[in-house]
């Protein structure tokens, strides 16, 4: 059918409340007891089929009780690798001749299955597998992941429609061809909606996929799988492999058919897969498109015109909300000294009440860290601040690792803007908070500018029109996504298209008309009309 067709206008997935007594909260719940009184297998998808991967096995945990056992999965190994690159290939004509409509109508099928019948199922497997509160779970499992379903649909819409102009006798044309080769989707464990878009927005520009979950993240990603292939997307299209990825990397990183890479992780696995691809960069048919978002040292900056209920907000939803482990979350706070003697008191008070436990119990605002690799980390960073003169521990400062993976939601107050607390991101609920001399603002915001290699997110509280002026001018490179009177996380597809730059990663933006342009391979076709026939010129006349 070659009609122009336009699909359904994009509209953000409403978030639901769950609140005591209502049906969602019952069907949630009843989908929690189902998923947490099984164990599943979490295999590869290759070529549609669901198999084991063939490596040493794990067991993916739930991190608030991590004496639970979700699933069992496996490291996939050179040959699982082997096997998914060519099931990507093999697929490939079938896919990128499917007329465009009918890719999206998979993707808007999905969307329409996530926000109806599959909705329990990813929350759940979220909350459990990730240790996400309820809330945490529907804006990110839920409505995010059918956001971008929804809205890459119609930027990619936008994308074809954009065309050259044609002179008198010809027609130009744009034919948007998806990349020649596979795209490698490499995803991390704290957004199921990241996990989900990586793989699916390279796949609706016509590409095939490999796909390499966060084995922390296994369970929602099975489901996602299944949910896609129940939408109806073809065996070979997304081809998942399990595990940490490495034997994944040794072979797909090598293949000449590497035709890019969509990442979200650190900046650290970033940099070490495009030094990779620097170094093989001779062996590939075409220049792999490198997409990565990654790591942020978020800041806050009061000024000192805050409403300080609105700073406290920012910095207790900011900082906290997942356990802090957003690469948007707030790390880092420039406030007033004016402002902190109003603040302190109340800041504390609040955070040392935040509840923290299973987040099965929808009284939870906070669950436990993803696993013992980051507990461990965290518990290094509170003990070695307990001892450093320059570093007082306000609030927080405990762990517990008996039942699950706990960190105390911790808010240091440190002297010293150059300290690692103020540079380094620890990915976990630890919000360090220099307090400033009123009259230097504009070195704080300086200081903010060049104090750490990222450049992901930050806002600015402040009343005074142009204290707000002058921070976002100061701060134009220090953040991909920049909030005024608000917290830096939550970004909305369509709304606040997300990412950063500097060390943050290629602000490629996810959700966006930005990101799918990375996935085309633009071919101009000139077609004369009413060709010429014979070669001299006027002029020789
Ligand atoms: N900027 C963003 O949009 C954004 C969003 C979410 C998370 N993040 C960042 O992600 C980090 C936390 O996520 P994480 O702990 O999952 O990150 P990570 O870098 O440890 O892992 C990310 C993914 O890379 C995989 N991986 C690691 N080494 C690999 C290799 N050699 N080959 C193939 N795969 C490999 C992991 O298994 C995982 O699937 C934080 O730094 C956070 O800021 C950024
Ligand atoms: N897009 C999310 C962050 C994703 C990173 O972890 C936000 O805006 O909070």
Redo the contacts with the bound molecule.
């Keep these: 059918m070659d009609a122009i067709t336009h699909p359904p206008a994009p509209r953000n997935e409403p978030a639901r409340d769950y609140a005591p007594g209502s049906p969602e909260r019952a069907s949630l719940t009843a989908e929690l007891t189902t998923l947490a009184g099984r164990q599943f297998e979490l295999t590869n998808t290759i070529d549609g089929e669901q198999r084991m991967a063939g490596g040493t096995t794990f067991e993916v945990v739930q991190p608030h009780r991590h004496a639970h056992v979700l699933g069992v999965s496996a490291n996939a190994t050179h040959e699982d690798a082997k096997a998914a690159v060519a099931a990507s290939l093999r697929a490939a004509p079938d896919w990128r001749a499917m007329p465009f409509d009918e890719r999206a109508a998979i993707l808007l099928r999905a969307a329409d299955l996530l926000s109806g019948p599959w909705r329990d199922k990813l929350n759940a497997a979220t909350m459990l597998g990730q240790s996400k509160t309820v809330v945490q779970a529907e804006i990110d499992a839920a409505c995010e992941l059918a956001d971008f379903w929804r809205f890459n649909v119609h930027f990619a819409r936008q994308v074809q429609e954009q065309q050259p102009q044609s002179g008198p006798g010809t027609w130009n044309r744009l034919d948007y061809r998806p990349l020649e080769g596979f795209v490698y989707a490499?995803?991390?464990?704290?957004?199921t909606a990241?996990a989900g878009n990586l793989p699916t927005a390279p796949a609706l520009m016509g590409n095939t996929v490999i796909w390499?979950?966060?084995?922390t993240q296994g369970l929602a990603a099975h489901f996602t799988m299944r949910l896609l292939e129940e939408a109806g997307l073809p065996p070979g299209v997304i081809n998942l492999v399990t595990g940490?990825?490495?034997a994944?990397?040794d072979v797909a990183l090598a293949d000449p058919d590497l035709a890019g890479i969509h990442?979200?992780?650190?900046?650290?696995?970033?940099q070490?897969?495009w030094s990779v691809v620097g170094a093989n960069i001779a062996g590939y048919r075409g220049y792999p498109r490198v997409v990565g978002?990654?790591?942020?040292k978020d800041f806050v900056v009061a000024h000192a015109s805050a409403d300080v209920d609105v700073l406290r907000t920012a910095l207790v939803r900011g900082a906290f909300e997942y356990q802090g482990q957003?690469?948007s979350a707030a790390s880092r706070a420039f406030v007033p000294r004016s402002v902190w003697a109003r603040l302190k008191d109340d800041l504390v008070s609040e955070v040392e009440s935040l509840a923290m436990g299973d987040v099965t119990d929808f009284r939870n605002f906070l669950g436990a860290v993803i696993d013992r690799r980051a507990f461990d980390r965290l518990d290094r960073v509170v003990r070695s601040v307990r001892s450093a003169s320059d570093v007082d521990i306000v609030a927080g400062g405990t762990t517990d690792d008996s039942e699950g993976f706990f960190v105390a939601p911790t808010v240091l107050v440190g002297t010293d803007p150059g300290h690692e607390i103020f540079t380094t991101?620890f990915?976990g609920p630890i919000l360090a908070v220099h307090v400033y001399e009123d009259t230097d603002y504009d070195r704080v915001l300086r200081q903010i500018d060049q104090g750490t290699a990222y450049g992901?997110t930050g806002a600015v509280v402040a009343n005074d029109r142009a204290a707000v002026q002058r921070a976002s001018e100061v701060l134009r490179f220090a953040a991909g996504n920049f909030y005024v009177n608000d917290k830096p996380t939550g970004a909305v597809v369509g709304q606040q298209p997300?990412?950063?730059a500097r060390a943050?990663?290629t602000n490629d933006k996810?959700g966006s008309i930005y990101n799918l342009l990375r996935w085309v391979s633009p071919r101009a076709i000139k077609e004369n009309l009413c060709p010429p026939v014979a070669s001299g010129y006027p002029h020789q006349s």
């Design positions: 490499i995803t991390p464990f704290n957004f990241i390499k979950p966060s084995p940490d990825g490495r994944v990397s990442f979200t992780g650190s900046t650290r696995t970033f070490h897969l978002e990654t790591g942020g957003k690469c991101e990915f992901l997300f990412g950063g943050s990663g996810a």
